[in-house]
């Protein structure tokens, strides 16, 4: 696992990108561990979702939505 500061990550985000494919690197700020990035493999395995990233956005059932006009907008033009 690497670490690197903030500041080298700001620095040369592809070496970071690079290390992040042979595991975790952990991107410290002060001294402190703030952020982890990882490969999108890794990713889908420690968090078991497979298949596609916009299979993440998909609701798994349907939500009522009504939108609402705020008072202050104007008003829609009847033709």
């Known amino acids: 696992m690497s670490v690197v500061t903030s500041?080298?990550?700001?620095?040369?985000?592809?070496?970071?990108?690079r290390a992040?494919?042979?595991?975790?690197?952990?991107?410290?700020?002060h001294g402190r561990p703030s952020h982890?990035?990882?490969?999108?493999a890794d990713y889908q395995r420690l968090t078991g979702t497979g298949g596609?990233?916009?299979?993440?956005f998909v609701l798994d059932e349907e939500i009522g939505f009504d939108p609402v006009r705020p008072r202050d907008s104007l008003r829609e033009v009847d033709l």
């Open 36 to 40: 982890v990035l990882l490969s999108f």
């Open 20 to 29: 992040a494919a042979a595991g975790p690197v952990i991107i410290t700020d």
């Open 7 to 17: 500041r080298e990550f700001n620095h040369d985000v592809s070496a970071v990108k």
């Open 52 to 56: 596609r990233l916009g299979d993440a």
